[in-house]
């Protein structure tokens, strides 16, 4: 599944991950931590929509 940043449109794709900032490949978005931010904008999960 694909997550987009409604705020700057960064897409988090659970089958990739974010490894340049700790999350492995096939990490799932509701498995990310509650802290997490968009890499771009900065953030919280609440601002992301499934694609």
């Known amino acids: ?3 987009v940043c409604d ?3 960064w897409i988090y794709d659970e ?3 974010d490894p ?3 999350i492995a490949p ?3 978005f509701e498995d990310l931590p509650d802290d997490f ?3 771009l904008c900065g953030v ?3 601002q992301f929509s499934e694609i």
């Open 1 to 3: 599944m694909k997550f």
């Open 7 to 9: 705020v700057c449109g």
């Open 15 to 17: 089958d990739v991950g």
């Open 20 to 22: 340049e900032n700790g």
């Open 26 to 28: 096939g990490t799932r």
């Open 37 to 39: 931010e968009c890499p």
């Open 44 to 46: 919280g999960k609440d």
